[in-house]
């Protein structure tokens, strides 16, 4: 492995910014769609979406751990998306340290709303640019940086720092 102060060669450098700014941008487009379409931020949409087509209920902290956001920003996001009838919260019959979250009839048809024109957003501006073997390895790219990173402890674990 390289010396960890070594600046990497310049076209790894140069391939790093342009996935950096190639993702801001398409952040960018998706969070404009999102809005105009649903009134929803990227990750209230991620919260619907791991619901709608996950196991249909999950608790705070795997929302939390599955979107990479904090606790608290997200207990905002779903404090908002409750207070418009997308999600329902509850406390687990299990945990009673949990809350379990759903999503409503509602959240359901928004979700319906809005993603043709995310895959669309998705579509126009990564997807139909690259052939199957591009698509092929980026998705393999990809899902090893991400493994990579989620190797380690997620966020949630992460010890809370107390106020005094």
């Not at 600046?7 to 960018?28: D, I, M, V």
């Not at 809350?99 to 957003?121: K, N, Q």
């Amino acid at each position: 492995m390289a010396d960890a102060l070594e600046p990497p060669a310049p076209e790894r450098l140069e391939a790093y910014f342009a996935l950096s700014e190639a993702t801001s941008l398409l952040q960018h487009k998706i969070e404009q769609h999102l809005r105009s379409e649903g009134d929803l931020s990227t990750v209230q949409f991620q919260i619907l979406m791991s619901l709608a087509f996950g196991e249909g209920a999950a608790t705070m902290t795997q929302l939390a751990d599955g979107v990479v956001y904090s606790r608290s920003g997200l207990s905002y996001q779903a404090g908002l998306l409750e207070k418009r009838g997308l999600i329902e919260r509850v406390r687990s019959t299990d945990d009673e340290r949990s809350t379990l979250v759903t999503i409503t009839d509602e959240g359901r048809a928004v979700i319906d709303r809005v993603l043709p024109g995310h895959i669309a957003v998705v579509r126009g501006l990564l997807l139909d640019l690259l052939s199957d073997d591009d698509v092929e390895r980026l998705g393999a790219i990809m899902t090893r940086v991400r493994d990579r990173i989620r190797a380690e402890p997620p966020r949630s674990a992460a010890r809370r720092a107390w106020r005094q």
